[in-house]
């Protein structure tokens, strides 16, 4: 989840789309979990064991379309704030008080289910066995995903938790579509402080606003708009605390904090002074009247003599000047053009913002016109600024009603700086190691029932990226996988305007010796398809499969390479390969001149000239069919497969063959 509200929708104007190249070579961490939880809707529902599908062939993809460096995640125990926030997501929308509930004790942690667990510990298993670095975090995996980003042992972050930017995250990669032009979608934390001006703390102070994986509801009353505009009021390095200030109850009246409790007076202050009774006259009693302007001096009046005159003072000097005073007397406009003066005046001379000529008086104000003289301006600064304060004023009640605000647990888990088992000094022991493909077969094969040449197939993608990483440092490894040597190289590919080298692979000699084969029957073949329908890939992480080429009878693998990792590891095979593309390009160039001057060209051979062929000549089909009749026994077919040759038998075999038994002649 990460932070409440739509906070992706946030940062959506701040995503850069990237190309293939941009992790290669790069360290990633993965947050294992999003994948697994990923996979529900991100495959078919009657796949076996999807979450370890979606690890195999993502995995893939990452390490040899893209030339990653993947570090995976997975989460580690989970603190009390976190399982007290499942219990809550779990019972939210039944109707039952989560007041209620129990509260989770400190070292107590509320796992997720069991299946979930399963599911984790398989696709562990399955990258190491792929020789993929696996890290175990302390609680979450993005907090570890983004402390190693921000330490620098890794270039960016695989996940769609938000909060792993609160984290200190400074690179997110929150999708990774393998089948288009721009398959990486990324987060920069400078992008975001530039277009926002939010960093770490501002961000952190937003899910304490609006809710978090700690505290799912937040602020009653604040959404995700006022939350960034109140926080953009204040700097990095005061917005934590003005949160503890609007959390005890204070308010702020032009940068200055006061307390709500400093506006309430006392009940000595408040409740007026007991009033003494006096005379006003008593003629019949023998008092005299008393004098106009009489001004009694008893210690009563006294006193309140002076506190008027205290009053009147204070009042005095909180009396503004006549140029301070609000409101300031209104300048009249006129209702023709709505410029300053009036309109009596502006009948016959035009004023001076409206600059018509003499005795044509001013132009008709345009509808939804807004003065721009210097009094309005002010007025409408005024008005804003007072908006802004009232509205203020409105959220710090709202903040200072909620209960232990802001949490000091939840920001001491997102400054932390400790997610994995592991010290500062020492740092991650990340490696990566060479693929077990004999026991990942017996592994897939257990849990996937696939076949061990279809998991090979998928498998080499990785595997020649790891030789030629290895070839460009070790020139003495010739044999891919022990079994195929380079051959050539065959067209230059162009996939979602990224380029390829089309790589042949050939079986070496000493692999060739002791594979045998037998054309299978058709039975076999309908079995063979039933099978491959359930291994197509879907099309979110579909993979570079090897081709299988047949030329003049030999068998080659044709394969997608980088264009870098190939020339390192062949440089003269490249320059070869680059040289007579231009000499044929060369070629091509000059019979296109030769067309455009109107010399034709010596015909092919003397059969072509002047004769039209059909269209079975023309168009010859690729298939070779055979036929059969029911009547010939065996020793004359082999008679008839006597007087034939060597290579069209091999051709006759191969058009025979499926394209699974291929697979396994090569893989098996």
């Given at each position: 989840?990460?932070?409440?509200?739509?906070?992706?929708e946030?940062?959506?104007?701040?995503?850069?789309?990237?190309g293939?190249?941009?992790?290669r070579?790069?360290?990633?961490?993965?947050?294992?979990?999003?994948?697994?939880?990923?996979?529900?809707?991100?495959?078919?529902?009657?796949?076996?064991?999807?979450h370890?599908?979606?690890?195999?062939f993502?995995?893939?993809?990452?390490f040899?379309?893209f030339?990653?460096?993947?570090v995976?995640?997975?989460?580690?125990?989970?603190?009390?704030?976190?399982?007290?926030?499942?219990?809550?997501?779990?019972?939210?929308?039944?109707?039952?008080?989560l007041?209620?509930?129990?509260?989770?004790e400190?070292?107590?942690?509320?796992e997720?289910?069991?299946?979930?667990?399963r599911?984790?510990?398989?696709?562990?298993?399955l990258?190491?066995?792929?020789?993929?670095?696996?890290?175990?975090?302390?609680?979450?995996a993005?907090?570890?995903?983004?402390?190693?980003?921000?330490?620098?042992?890794?270039d960016?972050?695989?996940?769609?938790?938000?909060?792993?930017?609160?984290?200190?995250?400074?690179?997110?990669?929150?999708?990774?579509?393998?089948?288009c032009?721009?398959?990486?979608?990324?987060?920069?934390m400078?992008?975001i402080?530039?277009?926002?001006?939010?960093?770490?703390?501002?961000?952190?102070?937003?899910?304490?606003?609006?809710?978090?994986?700690?505290d799912?509801?937040?602020?009653?009353?604040?959404?995700?708009?006022?939350?960034v505009?109140?926080?953009?009021?204040?700097?990095?390095?005061?917005?934590?605390?003005?949160?503890?200030?609007?959390?005890?109850?204070?308010?702020?009246?032009?940068?200055?904090?006061?307390?709500m409790?400093?506006?309430?007076?006392?009940?000595?202050?408040?409740?007026?002074r007991?009033?003494?009774?006096h005379?006003s006259?008593?003629?019949?009693?023998?008092?005299?009247?008393?004098?106009?302007?009489?001004?009694?001096?008893?210690?009563?009046?006294?006193?309140?003599?002076?506190?008027?005159?205290?009053?009147?003072?204070?009042?005095?000097d909180?009396?503004?000047?006549?140029?301070?005073?609000?409101?300031?007397?209104?300048?009249p406009?006129?209702?023709?053009?709505?410029?300053?003066?009036?309109?009596k005046?502006h009948?016959?001379?035009?004023?001076?913002?409206?600059?018509?000529?003499?005795?044509?008086?001013?132009?008709?104000?345009?509808?939804g016109?807004?003065?721009?003289?210097?009094?309005?301006?002010?007025?409408?600064?005024?008005?804003?600024?007072?908006?802004?304060?009232?509205?203020?004023l409105?959220?710090c009640?709202?903040?200072?009603?909620?209960q232990?605000?802001?949490?000091?647990?939840?920001?001491?888990?997102?400054?932390?700086?400790?997610?994995?088992?592991?010290?500062?000094?020492?740092?991650?022991?990340i490696?990566?190691?060479?693929?077990?493909?004999?026991?990942?077969?017996?592994?897939?094969?257990?849990h996937?029932h696939w076949?061990?040449?279809?998991?090979?197939?998928?498998?080499l993608?990785?595997?020649?990226?790891?030789?030629?990483?290895e070839?460009?440092?070790?020139?003495?490894n010739t044999?891919?996988?022990?079994?195929?040597?380079?051959d050539s190289?065959q067209?230059v590919?162009?996939?979602?305007?990224?380029?390829?080298?089309?790589?042949?692979?050939k079986?070496?000699?000493?692999?060739m010796?002791?594979?045998?084969?037998?054309?299978?029957?058709?039975?076999?073949?309908?079995?063979?398809?039933?099978?491959?329908?359930?291994?197509?890939?879907?099309?979110?992480?579909?993979c570079?499969?090897?081709q299988?080429?047949?030329?003049?009878?030999?068998w080659f693998?044709?394969t997608?390479?980088?264009?870098?990792l190939?020339?390192a590891?062949?440089?003269?095979?490249?320059?070869?390969?680059?040289?007579?593309?231009?000499?044929?390009e060369s070629?091509r160039?000059?019979?296109s001149?030769?067309?455009?001057e109107?010399?034709?060209?010596?015909?092919?051979?003397?059969?072509?000239?002047?004769?039209?062929?059909?269209?079975?000549?023309?168009?010859?089909?690729?298939?070779?069919i055979?036929?059969?009749?029911p009547?010939?026994?065996s020793?004359g077919?082999?008679?008839?497969?006597?007087?034939?040759?060597?290579?069209?038998?091999r051709?006759?075999?191969?058009?025979?063959?499926?394209?699974?038994?291929?697979?396994?002649?090569?893989?098996?």
């Open positions: 989840m990460g932070v409440g509200g739509s906070f992706w946030l940062l959506k104007p701040y995503a850069r789309p990237e293939f190249d941009y992790i070579n790069k360290r990633v961490a993965v947050d294992l979990s999003f994948w697994i939880v990923q996979q529900e809707t991100a495959t078919k529902a009657n796949v076996r064991n999807p370890l599908r979606l690890t195999f993502r995995t893939i993809n990452l040899s379309k030339g990653a460096f993947p995976f995640v997975v989460d580690g125990t989970a603190s009390p704030l976190k399982s007290q926030a499942r219990i809550a997501r779990f019972f939210r929308g039944s109707g039952i008080d007041s209620g509930l129990p509260v989770v400190e070292g107590v942690s509320v997720r289910n069991a299946e979930f667990s599911r984790v510990q398989e696709c562990v298993e990258l190491e066995l792929l020789g993929i670095p696996v890290l175990k975090a302390r609680e979450e993005e907090a570890l995903c983004a402390q190693l980003n921000s330490e620098g042992h890794v960016a972050c695989i996940t769609a938790d938000s909060d792993a930017f609160l984290f200190g995250a400074k690179c997110v990669i929150k999708c990774l579509r393998p089948n032009k721009e398959p990486l979608e990324c987060y920069h400078s992008d402080e530039a277009g926002l001006g939010l960093k770490r703390k501002h961000l952190i102070a937003i899910s304490l606003l609006v809710g978090n994986d700690y799912l509801n937040g602020v009653q009353g604040i959404g995700l708009d006022t939350a505009r109140f926080v953009q009021g204040f700097s990095e390095d005061e917005i934590l605390n003005r949160l503890h200030e609007k959390g005890n109850g204070a308010t702020m009246f032009d940068g200055a904090v006061k307390s409790d400093d506006s309430i007076p006392c009940l000595d202050e408040r409740s007026p007991p009033k003494v009774p005379c006259t008593f003629p019949m009693k023998g008092c005299l009247e008393k004098p106009e302007g009489f001004a009694c001096d008893c210690s009563i009046s006294d006193v309140d003599h002076k506190e008027k005159e205290q009053k009147k003072q204070e009042m005095d909180s009396i503004p000047s006549l140029d301070e005073r609000s409101p300031r007397p209104k300048v406009h006129c209702s023709i053009c709505g410029h300053p003066g009036r309109k005046s009948l016959k001379f035009s004023c001076d913002f409206c600059g018509t000529f003499p005795r044509k008086g001013c132009l008709e104000k345009p509808e016109f807004v003065c721009d003289c210097s009094t309005c301006d002010m007025d409408r600064k005024e008005k804003a600024q007072k908006k802004q304060e009232n509205w203020r409105r959220v009640k709202k903040i200072a009603m909620e232990n605000f802001p949490n000091n647990e939840i920001i001491e888990l997102y400054l932390s700086n400790n997610h994995g088992h592991f010290t500062e000094n020492d740092g991650p022991h490696s990566w190691e060479s693929p077990k493909t004999e026991v990942l077969v017996d592994f897939l094969a257990y996937q076949e061990p040449s279809y998991i090979r197939q998928r498998m993608p990785m595997l020649s990226t790891i030789f030629f990483r070839k460009a440092l070790n020139p003495t044999l891919l996988y022990g079994q195929y040597e380079f190289i067209r590919k162009v996939r979602f305007g990224h380029q390829f080298f089309v790589v042949k692979w079986k070496a000699v000493h692999a010796a002791s594979v045998t084969y037998t054309i299978p029957g058709d039975s076999d073949i309908e079995q063979v398809k039933l099978t491959e329908v359930d291994e197509s890939i879907d099309l979110l992480d579909e570079n499969v090897p299988i080429h047949v030329d003049d009878g030999c693998l044709l997608d390479e980088n264009m870098d190939v020339r590891a062949f440089p003269e095979e490249v320059n070869r390969f680059l040289l007579e593309k231009e000499l044929k070629k160039r000059n019979k001149g030769l067309r455009s109107g010399v034709e060209e010596m015909p092919d051979s003397p059969k072509s000239k002047g004769v039209q062929l059909s269209i079975t000549e023309f168009y010859r089909s690729a298939k070779v055979f036929h059969e009749k009547g010939e026994d020793a077919n082999s008679d008839a497969q006597g007087r034939e040759t060597s290579t069209e038998k051709k006759a075999s191969d058009s025979k063959l499926s394209k699974s038994v291929r697979r396994r002649l090569l893989f098996g």
